[in-house]
């Protein structure tokens, strides 16, 4: 079993950027697709981002541009690059893993971590 652990989530200016790493701990990391998503109070994960094994990435429309996933597997991490950041992506960012193909809903990664909160102010 994959656990994951976010980090790299903080307070930060409009205009700024953070780097939020994922770390998979477990069994193997081998063969997981990976996305990001992030939630706020009473709305459902939001898709930004996912990359599969031999890194083919996919992004939300919301993102594209200002936000990049990329994957280490000698290190069992991915990342994600959010630039150019605004006032409306304030809110916990999640990683997420399945095994196998590429997918950009939640309803289809069974692991998570535990979140990591991301404040931009204005």
């Known amino acids: 079993q994959v656990q994951l652990v976010e980090s790299g989530g903080g307070l930060v200016q409009a205009g700024g950027s953070l780097r939020l790493s994922c770390a998979a701990s477990g069994r193997t990391f081998s063969g997981y697709a990976m996305g990001w998503f992030r939630q706020t109070p009473g709305k459902e994960h939001e898709f930004l981002a996912a990359i599969n094994w031999t890194r083919e990435a996919t992004y939300a429309d919301s993102v594209k541009g200002r936000f990049t996933i990329s994957r280490d597997n000698a290190k069992n991490t991915v990342y994600l690059q959010m630039n150019g950041l605004k006032p409306e992506d304030t809110s916990v960012y999640y990683c997420?893993?399945?095994?196998?193909?590429?997918?950009?809903?939640?309803?289809?990664?069974?692991?998570w971590g535990q979140g990591t909160q991301v404040t931009v102010s204005s």
């Open positions: 997420a893993a399945r095994l196998g193909l590429l997918r950009v809903l939640s309803r289809e990664y069974n692991l």
